[in-house]
């Protein structure tokens, strides 16, 4: 089946339509989306008062795990994925949800309204749970090429918590706190807490750096436009918000303030008349507008299911009060990466009023290969859906350039010095000032997954944390030029025609059909992995037991 095909059913205009008119029917005002949850007897008000939403916000992997035992049925909808097809019963994904937190770079921290939108019936394929909660079956090796600081931000960066890369804009990180981790975090040198691997580099909000961030941005006439994220503006206490937002409009040379922000996805509820980061908000934008200059917020939403009519009242109400609402989107994999999905969302957020400003190819941060899409497809994307939609509704599809080159259109790699075969594409940035502007940047597609690297990956890893190295030091061991030697390359797709495997998968299909009574989990690739790491955990349980 060619990429054509795959990225855009051959749909007719009709049936576009309608599906599209489905998709927004599921903005029924007032409907309990959280009905499968064990909140499901939470009256409306309540979930969605911010206030709420924080006090039973999910916060690490013990509270994870509680909360997937409540809502996770006894059986789990069969995956199509051939690494997970041995996850059948919710212990298995219990199981294997622990075994990928200790790897995994990003904590875990997710609220009500985000955990409501997962299909925890079939939780495997789900795209909200891909975003945030990572499966130890579903890991597979980084490209060696991947970093935690993949765009170079701690070396563009003159003052602690501002990257100033371009000639003109800056961004400054204020806070380094989320109300949601995301698994594929741009920033996961420094967001959230650490975690068994990766120890943290934050941004604390500190009012001594931000004085530091403001006379660096002040000495600069050149800057005009700041971007305030960090971790997530939500996160801003209101006090905090006005006063960036107030002493950045002081100074002559800003002309534009970006306020980041994942709420409107992950808390919408929040935005309604009366909250004060709500107000602070709409307070900023119209003094910026009195003064001729722009503030707007930039949110974050990768999938039409984590709009809701919650979602709908929250960008109503800022739009009717003035203020732009922007979004930006990453492309990944079993996410957001088809015609239609991308399609719907982009037309979902048009509709309410938020307008959609730029798909990112996934940048390559360690931990999330199995999130990550070829460069291709992102390409294909953009040519099928430029045209179907309003010029000022069309995103830009961008690649954060590895190295720290700054945006760049997918389209505009260097024919020359790519090699479309490889999936290894280059660009350049001649917009930026000195050696950057001259420079070629790489991105590296995900390669074809070995099984043979997989067991390997498998073992060091384990062993790895046994010892207590961080997942750089285990980056550095996997991709030792001696132990990829011995690895047999094996294309994903074949790993599911292994004789052995498919043998395995079709008696779990069989047994999920007879009503999923006992399966040996232990037959099937995903649950290997789950069973090694179950094992390691009980050295770590054992360890931490001694160690008391
Ligand atoms: S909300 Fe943004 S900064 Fe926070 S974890 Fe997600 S991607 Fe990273």
Redesign the pocket.
Known sequence: MTLNRVLRPNLSRATRLTRYGRTLSTFTDGERYWKDTPWKDVPTEEFNSYRWQLRHTVVGKEKLQRFLGEALPDTVGASKDPLLQGILRREDFIDDAVAAFKLAP?AIRLTPHILSRVDWRNPLDDPIRKQFIPLASAIIPDNENATLDSLHEEADSPVPGLVHRYPGRALFLATSI?P???RF???SYA??EKTETVDKRPQKPSRKRWEVVFQYIESHPELQDIVVS???AYYLQPEDLREIGERLLGMDNIQRIRFAS?GLAVAPGRIQKGDPWTETLIHLSKQGRDQGKQVCLHT?INHTREITWVTKNAANYLFKHGVIVRNQSVLLKGVNNSYKELSNLIKTLSAINIQPYYVYQCDMVQGVEDLRTPMKEIIELDKHIRGTLSGFMMPSFVVDLPGGGGKRLVSTYEPDSTDLEAGVYRYRAPGLDGEKGEMLYTYFDPKPVKEAELSMLRQQKAEALRSGQTLEQIQATFFNPSHRNSATEVPLEAISQDAGLMQNTHAAESAQESGRKHVDSHTSIGARFSNEWLNDDEVNHNQLAASH
């Open positions: 990003m989320c949601v981790y995301c975090c741009t920033r967001v959230g960090g971790g997530d994942k974050h």
